[in-house]
């Protein structure tokens, strides 16, 4: 079982930044492949930036040039550094961990951030 807790999220005026974390269990950290998703009320779910075990990143194309995913394995953390936001960005952000198993990977979910972005 692996357990994602997240943290930074609040509210932000539009144009400012955030820096959102995802603490991870588990001694294998190094090796999963890690996500941020978010959802806005009445919206599905969406990926929003991933990074894989070795380092190589994914974004959305809404997202691109202004936010950035990173990982920290010596501290189990995945991070995303939240620049120029918009109202848009408006969300709760999940972040997301596919860890490979002998049997399989598993998928598992943390519990959510807000992130509001108003003036």
């Known amino acids: 079982q692996v357990q994602l807790v997240e943290s930074g999220g609040g509210l932000v005026q539009p144009g400012g930044s955030l820096r959102l974390s995802c603490a991870a269990s588990?001694?294998?950290?190094?090796?999963?492949?890690m996500g941020w998703y978010r959802q806005a009320p009445g919206k599905q779910r969406e990926r929003v930036a991933a990074i894989t075990s070795d380092g190589t990143t994914n974004y959305a194309h809404s997202v691109k040039g202004r936010f950035t995913i990173s990982r920290d394995n010596a501290k189990n953390t995945v991070y995303l550094q939240m620049n120029s936001l918009k109202p848009e960005d408006t969300a709760v952000y999940y972040c997301n961990a596919d860890v490979p198993r002998s049997s399989g990977v598993e998928n598992y979910w943390g519990q959510g951030t807000q992130v509001t972005v108003s003036s």
């Open positions: 588990g001694s294998i950290f190094s090796i999963y492949a």
